[in-house]
Every structure is written in C-alpha cells, then in structure tokens.
C-alpha cells in the first residue's frame, strides 16, 4: 500500500477534565490511546501516519495539572504547566532559574506557549530515521539505520547507545535532573513517584520507550526538592539556530561551594545519549575541589572518556568536554 | 506639480490586505462543488512504475478520480512532467487522487496498491562521473547541447587530484580567453581551493497550492507565482491550450526566490484533474511536499585556481565546476557563477570548465542570485587568504579588482551599463567602520574570536524591450497595468512610479491592475533575474511618454498652441507659460474616448506584443490610453553590485558564530523605494546568512532519500540568528542607459551577506577558508581542536 506523510488522520478525540477521567480513559483504550499535551511532539507523528492513535486524549482541559506552587522550600509543577509559565514564573526564576533557563531555551515562543514542561520531558527523540518511519530497532525493526557505515548521524549519541542511538532531546530534562526533581505518574491502579534521574529510559532496557511511563500512566506533577534552592547554576544549549531547533548538546549543573571548593555538584548533559545523563566521572573529579578552569578541564575530559563518537559527531565530544568545563569555571571564560 | 515618487517611502497599495489577513492567497480560494486532491509520491529516489491498483481507493466514498502520469503531458527528455511512472527523486509525484477532503483523499492514496521497481540512482554529482558511477537518468548524466549525454571521467582524472582535492576531467562546457597558463607563470601568487556549496531548497512560506476549474472551456486558475503574464504563458504552453483560455488569477505570492518564476509544473495537476472529474479541484502542497517539489539551488563542487600579482591584482583564474543539477532540464548556475567572477575581479585570463550532472535529487531551479550566491560566498574568503599572504588590505584587493564603467566580463568580454562598486566600498568602508573593525580581527575576548568579513556580490540588474499599458480614465485617475506579479517585492507598485512621475500624477490617484489577466495585462519580463525594476520602469516610462504625448495634442487641439506648449501635473494638462490654460485628465479621457484612434487605444503601436494587443484591444474606448514598448537606448549588460560587511564572533570552546554586525551597500542605480532596497539588501543578505551557516540540505547516501525536508530540520535563520540592527546605504548614482536610473536588486544581496559571513568566519580562523556551505559549528569546532572535519573535503548533502 502506498504511503502518504504530513496529512493528518482522523482519530476519536477526547478532552477529560480531571486526571481521574484521563486515566479511565487511558484504561479503556490501553495501546490505542495517545495522551496529547502540547501537541508539539504528538502533531508530527500524527501528521507522518506513522504513529497511529485511534484515541487521542487530550490532557489540556485539565487544570489540575497545570500551575506552579511552593512546597516547602521546593515546587510542585503541573505536567500541563506550559514552557512560557515554567520560564517566566518568579518562584522559578527565584529558586530554580537552571529550570527557567531551560525552559526559555526550547524552540520558540510560540512553541513555549504551547508545549508543556511534562510533554517535554516526555517527548519523543527527533532520529530522522526513527522519525521518517524507518523500520528501525525503536520503532520494533531489527536495525538501526543511523549507525550504518554511510548514515547521516551528526545529531546522534557519542554515549550510552545500545543498538539504538538517537539522543534524548529534551531542554529540560537536565535542569530537572541536576535539580533532583521527582517525577509523579498516575495510573488508574494508583501513585508511585520516580527521580527525574530514573525516568528516562536506556534503550538497553527497553529499547522503544524513552521514558519509564507505561502506556495507562500518565506524569502528572513534577516536585522539586529545596536540595538546589539558589544553588550555583549553569545552563547552556548549542544549536544550529538560536531558535526553533533541538541541541547539539545541552549542559545543566547545580553547585554549592563551601569554603572556595565544591562541596556538591550535579552534572548532566543533554544530547549525548538515548537519555539525559548525569555525568558522575566529572562530578567526582570537581566536588572538593575549586570550580575553576583546570579541573574544569579536567572534569570534561573525564566526561568523554568513554565516549565513542559514530561517523559524523566526533564533534561533540570537544563540545561535550568543553561545556562541562564551562559549567565548572562559570559563565565567564 | 506633485512630489516625485521616486526616491521616497510609500506604503504599496496592498499592504493592509497583507497584514490584516485580507489578502487571499491561492489556498484560501472556494468554488462551488470543490473537492482537495493530494499526491501519491515516489518513496524511492529512483524507480519505474510496474504497475498501479487504485480500484480500493476509487471505491472508497467521497473519492472522486484519479490522475496518472499517462494522463498529464509528457515533455521531452529532460524535461519535467507533473506526473510520472519514473520518479527520478524521492517525492516525486506519480499520481493524484480527488476526494471530498483532504482526509478522504490521503486515506485513499494508502489504499492504492503500486509495484515499484528500484532503478540505480546517484546523489553525489562527482559519483555519476567516475567510470563504472551511476547514472541518475537512464539516457545519461548531463545535457550537452539539447541532447542528454554521458560524461564519464577516467580512474586517472580521479587519481591525479590529491587527496581531498577536487579532480578535474572532461567538461560538459568549457570557454577561455586571454593567455591563462602565461598569466599563472608571472603571477606572484597562485592559490589553488577545493570549494563545495551545498544544495538548499528555496522554502518560500507559501507552499505552491493551486486551486483550478473550467467553465465552457476554459480553465481559471489560482496559483503561486512570481510573475502574471508569463505564467499564464507557461500554463497555456503546457497543457496545450490557448493563451485566451487560460485565466490566471495570483494577486499575492508568499515569497518564490525563483522557484516559482512563471508558476510550476504542478499546478498542472489541479487543472487536469478538474477538467477530468467535472469539479474544480484544489491542491494544497504540504511542507514536506514543498521541500521536493518546491525546487532548490544547485550545488557545487569545484576547483577555484586564482593567480594574484604582488599588489593583489587577479591576474588569471581557472575555474572548474561539476553542478549538481538534479533530475531535469538544466540549470545554468555553473555558467553563471564563472561570469560573475570573470566581472567582480575583471580577471583579465580566465579558463571555465564545468559539467552539470544529472542526479536523483529533488529538481533545481533559479535561487535569489542563481550562481553568483555560490561562487561569491566560496570566493571571497579565497581573496582574503590572498590578501593574507599578500600582506595586503583586504578592501584594497577588492578596490583593485572590482569594475567600473569600462568593465567587461565573459568570454564574449561584454561591456555594463554601469558600476559603482569602488563607491560603494567606499561607503561601506566608512558606515561600517572597516580600519577600526579590522584592527579587532582575530582579537580573543575569553573562548570569542571576532572575524571581520567582507563579500563583494554583482548580479544581473535588468533586462529590457517589454511593453507598457496604462489608462487615463474618465475619473481622472491613472490605472497602470501590471503584467509581472506581486512576488511581495513591491515592484508591482514600486516601478509604476515611473508612470506617476512622467505624468506628474500625485500617488494617491494612481491604480495598480494586477494580479488577472482577466484585467487585462501588458506581456512582461519574468519576475526573476532582478529584472523588473529596470525592465518595466522602462516600459511604464514609454507607456507614459506616449499617454503625455496624447494628452498634449489634445491640449494643444482643443486650447490651442502646439502640443509641445504644454506639460502635465496634478492630473492636469496645462499650458507651460499659462497654468490656467488646461484641462483636468478627466475631461482629456472624455475627449481621448471621443477622438478614438491611437487616443483611445483603437490604433494601436506595431511593435507591441500579441499579448498586449488583446488587452489593448479590450481596454480600446475606455479613456485615454497609453501603451508603448520599451525601446530606449540598452547598451552593455546591466548589472547591480553590493558590498556587505560582518562581524563576527565564533566561540572556538563550541563552534558558534554570532553575527555582532552587518553593513550592506549597493549600487542598484536611483532608488525607487528606500525602505524597499532596506528590505532587499537586509533580507537577501539574511538569506544569505542562513545559506552560509545553518540552512542545509541532507541525504542519506545509502537510501537516497532526504532528511532536511521540514523546517526545523532545514533550519533557515530565525530572528536570533541575525543582527538586531543592520544598517545599509546606496550609491545612488543614476545607469545612464536607462530613463529613470534603476536597477534591479533582488539577487545581489544574497551573495553579499553569504560572503561576508564566511568570509568573516574564515578570518576569525586566522585566515582559515573551510571553503564550504554551510559553516556549522561542528565543522568550525573540528577546524579548532585540530580534528579531523566531519565530513569528507567534497563530500555533498550533508
């Protein structure tokens, strides 16, 4: 049969106005049913026929999942809280601004007005071969084509692949990481709450799902601990376009400084790998140590050493290296 | 006597359509009993059609027909049909199905069974040319002459260029002049580059949806289009049909950049399905779709040789060029790209070679300085590293190079009409700064380099000998009709101002007729090539001559005196030494209607066009008419020039580049429209930016297919990625050889802004020419770190 792409299908669609309601509905249609947040993601699948929902359940006509509250010292987040709320919201500059940097690096505005911080942390990864409908491993196929010896895979992994190498994409999974946020997924059996570090998915485990969420769960809140309250923060995302584009590589780091040295730090890049990652090898090499130029280097070059770049990103290992240095030293060179 | 129009700032009358959403573009267009039609495309980059089954899909409810290959015209190789049952690209349409919705129509297309069978395909220009290479067409790999032909290089052509390098063979087409090899010998320098520019498609917004339908024969269509007159032409010539049974309605044109010259081939489609089915039938074209079908600039791979003399003049320059032409037709970019080298340096010998090889890419077509935008951007930087070596100014390389009146370029050694460019250098050199931005070169601010660029771009400015036709209409207004099309350069209004002026008629009452050729329309130049500032201020200016000359022997007839005695302004004509002596346009309309004849278009020139007769004739007796060909002295070719300036900041820890700063001058003759040209030299030279840096196009070379195919993966430049301010000035010294002084201008700031961004780049690389596009960060960071690059020296689509 032939194929047409970029002309979207007809499906069932449902707005529920509770959680409760989503998750009967999510239930009930089990592997048919899509949960649509922003749409951002869903609307490209959609659109290419490749994905092919017969319930779409749109989660936007639920206030219960949107809006930003303080929680002793942290925050509680509603996955529907959008992009443009979580960048601009004074709770979040104040406390947490590695999340509002984050959150104002996605796309564009008109993209943050419209995408949700949950569907960005729970968005699909960008593989133009994945993504063009290419029978590979992720897609349930038996090959990865962007490993080939000839594929086009500068935008792939140089870290953590297994059979698959398309990279996580996501501008704010890493800020939430470094935060040690918990991520809150509901289904209709009930709660369980997982560390953002957890709740991404390693293609080893399994390799269609970027994330831990089952198909009757949904993530409905994201909390953050006071832990990084003000720590020290850095964030920072090389693109192809200062807009409207996924990263290159993405780092986020929180930091406390005691005394001149590092007393704690969390690193993680974005872009790398099939998840966010938390780099622990340049963790190590900087807590109680000074936060400066050579053990920033040093920390970025314990970051790549394990990296394995495929044909055409040996690139972001140097970028890789050097936005970590960068994380360490400061913003300033 | 009213202000002049030309030279100031006025609004185009269709500005308010445009930003209150008032304007209908061709999809927003109904008729009654329309149905949506979508394509069927080709998944392979190479196939042949065995056989189709679209019995499920025309038995679905709400599908109305289907369009197959054998039911569209088929030209003759190479030439493109709408349709066809040998996609020679990926996404390449075969058929077309008609349905009630768009839904309806794309659920069909998933019923139709077809059986392709996969036929060898190439991608990369310089694979077809090696011995046992592929080719993209069953007949052959280039077109030499009219005839399709193979070219194939010997395994020793490949192995004499070194490594990396670019090899050189047998050329599909070749010229020279001067001692070439004698000139190389006294050169005191000589550089030898490998250069590789991408292929990048066009993205106009405004995907090219068409809307068709017929009543009692003939066919209404609204289309894209970049120009009006000649569309209707290419519609009527594809399908067969008459010019007066074709009825093209595109009044406003979301943006062409050449790929949309006299339409496209695919608003075949709609007007043969709807002709079939007995419905009108809208084709509305996807992103993705736009991105095959919407045409693209053809790339090069290519061998730059350049011999210098001590004070940096170019003495001799070899250039050798294999294009990438897609599948069809031929693209003469590379021809192109040699005559602008040959003028921007004067080169005194030069030796061109170059093959255009067919590959099994989506088809290329004319892009906003078609050739000039790639030799220029590849090139400039090449003039840096010489001036580098030579020890001398950058600016002054180009102040020995650049040419002036006494030009000549090309094989045939052509003379201008003008060029101002050592003005426009000079100028730029002082709006933009240049001695104390150039001292800043290379400076280190933490991980920023800045890097100071410069791109010298000409391109053809004009052509001429098209016609004019305007009416003095009983209501006293002037109605300038308008053959060529509202690309949304405002030209449409912008070169009506001759008219205006000529008659001395105040702005506000003159009418723009455009957009119909219902409305009756006088045959024009294509709105492409820059063309038509010059070519129909020209042909508005004879039109309004002839109008003037009308209305003073009308004066002169009714009031007395000889016709000589009298001027016109403020929609009157009016004796010269007694104002009140006259009469009001109006009554002159009234009076030329009386008279008849030539006065009110019954008697009409000989030399016009067929096409301008009709509209005449149609128009005839409805007020005075003014209606003339464009025969006005045109000796030399007409060519624009400008020179655009950048800083920039490339970030050697992560490959990025900042654009601090960009300075554009032009010489484009008088300027009709300032804010007009601010937005030609700002957003070609944008354009340019975003060809040099992040807009790319990609195929996986194993399965030949695209990747680049929506915009955020074709990544052309987004407000962020320029400079928040921009500053630009002209020359503004009149061409001699035209009445009003213009030139055109769309075409030559793209070059201008491309070069001095990778010409900047490379300076901030400390004279470092990567000498290829785009320049991503990945690429910048590996030429840093001292890495290998990402991908091979002429490695293309990537």
């Known amino acids: 049969m032939a194929v047409i792409r970029d002309m979207m299908p007809a499906f069932e669609l449902f707005r529920p106005v509770s959680v409760d309601d989503a998750l009967q509905l999510m239930a009930r249609h089990g592997e048919a049913a899509w949960a649509l947040a922003g749409g951002l993601d869903t609307f490209d699948w959609l659109k290419d026929r490749i994905k092919r929902p017969e319930a779409v359940i749109d989660l936007g006509a639920i206030s219960e999942m949107r809006g930003i509250t303080a929680d002793r010292g942290g925050l509680t987040i509603g996955a529907m809280t959008t992009l443009t709320e979580v960048a601009t919201s004074p709770e979040v500059v104040e406390s947490f601004s590695l999340l509002s940097m984050a959150a104002f690096h996605v796309a564009t505005p008109q993209i943050r007005n419209q995408g949700t911080i949950g569907g960005n942390v729970a968005q699909d990864t960008r593989c133009w071969y994945y993504r063009g409908g290419w029978p590979c491993y992720r897609a349930g196929g038996n090959i990865c084509y962007a490993a080939a010896p000839k594929a086009m895979n500068r935008e792939h992994c140089i870290l953590g692949a297994k059979r698959c190498v398309a990279v996580n994409p996501s501008d704010t999974a890493p800020a939430l990481i470094a935060l040690d946020a918990q991520m809150v997924i509901r289904s209709a059996g009930g709660e369980r709450v997982v560390a953002a570090e957890d709740f991404f998915m390693s293609p080893a485990v399994d390799i269609t799902r970027m994330t831990v969420l089952e198909p009757d769960e949904l993530l409905t809140e994201i909390r953050i601990p006071e832990t990084w309250s003000r720590a020290r923060f850095y964030f920072e995302k090389v693109r192809d376009r200062q807009s409207w584009d996924f990263s290159l590589v993405t780092v986020a780091s929180a930091m406390r400084m005691s005394g001149g040295r590092v007393q704690d730090a969390r690193i993680v890049v974005n872009g790398v790998a099939p998840r966010p990652v938390r780099v622990t090898e340049a963790e190590s090499v900087l807590i109680g140590s000074p936060a400066n130029e050579s053990i920033g280097l040093a920390a970025g070059e314990a970051a790549i050493r394990r990296a394995k770049p495929l044909r055409h990103n040996d690139f972001k290992r140097p970028l890789m290296r050097n936005l970590i240095r960068r994380a360490i030293r400061g913003q300033e060179a | ?798």
């Not at chain 2, 089954?53 to 109305?64: K, Y």
């Not at chain 2, 050169?187 to 809307?211: F, G, K, N, Y």
């Not at chain 2, 032009?666 to 300027?671: E, K, L, P, S, Y």
């Open chain 2, 1 to 798: 006597m009213a202000e002049k129009t030309i030279g100031r700032d006025i609004a185009p009358p269709d500005l308010v359509a445009k930003v209150t959403g008032r304007a209908k573009y061709a999809e927003d267009f109904r008729a009654e009993g329309m149905v949506f039609a979508k394509l069927l495309a080709s998944p392979m980059p190479h196939a042949r059609v065995r056989s189709i089954d679209t019995s499920e899909a025309l038995a679905m409810d709400g599908v109305f027909g289907v369009l197959t290959a054998d039911e569209v015209p088929q030209p003759g190789a190479p030439n493109e049909p709408a349709l066809t049952n040998e996609p020679l690209y990926e996404g390449e349409a075969i058929l077309a199905v008609a349905a009630i919705d768009e839904t309806t129509a794309a659920d069909a297309i998933e019923k139709i069974r077809m059986d392709l069978e996969p036929l060898p395909f190439v991608l990369d220009p310089l694979d077809s040319l090696r011995p046992d290479g592929p080719n993209a067409r069953l007949d052959g790999n280039t077109r030499i002459g009219r005839e399709v032909q193979t070219i194939k290089w010997s395994e020793e052509d490949f192995a004499a260029a070194a490594d990396g390098h670019m090899p050189v063979g047998q050329p599909g087409d070749e010229w020279s002049y001067g001692d070439v090899d004698a000139a190389f010998d006294a050169a005191d320098l000589v550089l030898d580059e490998t250069i590789v520019h991408q292929s990048l498609t066009h993205h106009p917004l405004e995907s090219r949806s068409c809307m068709a339908y017929w009543q009692n024969g003939k066919l209404f269509i609204h289309g894209s289009t970049q120009s009006t007159a000649r569309t209707r032409a290419a519609i009527a010539r594809g399908l067969g049909l008459e010019l007066h049974d074709v009825v093209l309605i595109a009044e406003y044109c979301g943006g062409g950049f050449g790929s949309k010259i006299s339409g496209s081939t695919i608003m075949q489609v709609p007007a043969l399905l709807s002709r079939k089915i007995g419905r009108p039938v809208m084709l509305r074209i996807t992103r993705a779709e736009e991105t095959y079908l919407g045409r693209a600039r053809p790339g090069f791979q290519a061998k730059a040789k350049i011999g210098y003399r001590a004070d940096g003049r170019v003495v001799a320059m070899e250039l050798f060029i294999v294009q990438d032409n897609g599948p069809y037709g031929r693209s003469g970019d590379f021809r192109t790209a040699a005559d602008m080298a040959s003028l921007t340096y004067q080169v005194p010998a030069m030796r061109f070679g170059g093959v255009s090889v067919y590959t099994n890419t989506p088809p290329k077509s004319a892009q906003r300085a078609p050739g000039g935008g790639q030799i220029t951007s590849m090139l400039e930087p090449i003039m840096d590293k010489a001036a580098r070596e030579l020890g001398i100014d950058r600016v002054a390389l180009r102040h020995i190079n650049v040419p002036d009146n006494d030009g000549v370029f090309g094989p045939r050694r052509r003379g201008l009409t003008s060029a101002y460019v050592r003005e426009a250098l000079d100028r730029g050199v002082e709006l933009f700064g240049w001695e104390e931005r150039a001292a800043r070169s290379g400076q280190r601010h933490g991980s920023m380099v800045t890097g100071i660029g410069i791109g010298v771009s000409s391109f053809v400015g004009g052509s001429s000998g098209f016609d004019g036709l305007l009416m003095i209409r009983e209501d006293g207004k002037l109605y300038v009709h308008q053959g060529i099309g509202n690309l949304g350069t405002h030209s449409i209004a912008d070169t009506a101002r001759a008219a205006a002026d000529v008659l001395g008629m105040p702005w506000d009452r003159v009418e723009i007729v455009w957009g119909d050729t219902s409305r009756h329309l006088p045959w024009s130049a294509v709105q492409a090539g820059s063309q038509t500032t010059h070519a129909h201020t020209r042909a508005n200016h004879a039109a309004a001559m002839d109008a003037k000359r009308k209305l003073q022997e009308i004066a002169a007839g009714d009031l007395g005196g000889s016709p000589g005695d009298y001027e016109t302004g403020d929609g009157r004509v009016y004796r010269r030494n007694d104002r009140d002596t006259g009469m009001t346009f109006a009554r002159a309309a009234r009076r030329a209607t009386q008279l008849g004849g030539k006065y009110s278009g019954e008697e009409l020139p000989e030399d016009i066009n067929a096409m301008t007769v009709t509209s005449a004739q149609a128009l005839a007796g409805e007020g005075l008419m003014g209606v003339a060909k464009d025969t006005y002295p045109h000796e030399g070719s007409t060519f624009s020039f400008v020179v655009g300036f950048a800083e920039v900041e490339v970030d050697f820890e992560t490959g990025h580049v900042v654009v601090k700063d960009y300075t554009a001058v032009t010489d484009c003759g008088t300027v009709l429209h300032p804010r007009s040209l601010a937005a030609q030299l700002y957003g070609g030279g944008v354009q340019g930016m975003g060809m040099a840096r992040s807009q790319r196009w990609v195929f996986d070379p194993q399965w030949g297919v695209s990747f680049a195919k929506r915009l955020y993966t074709a990544r052309p430049p987004g407000i962020l990625d320029v400079p928040l301010e921009m500053k630009w000035a002209a020359v503004g010294i009149p061409d001699p050889q035209t009445p009003v002084g213009a030139k055109g201008i769309g075409e030559p700031p793209l070059g201008a802004g491309a070069a001095a961004i990778t010409s900047a780049i490379a300076d901030a690389l400390g004279g470092r020419c990567l000498c290829r596009t785009p320049l991503t960060a990945d690429m910048i960071l590996a030429a840093v770190e001292g890495r290998e690059q990402p991908y091979g020296p002429l490695e293309t689509h990537v």
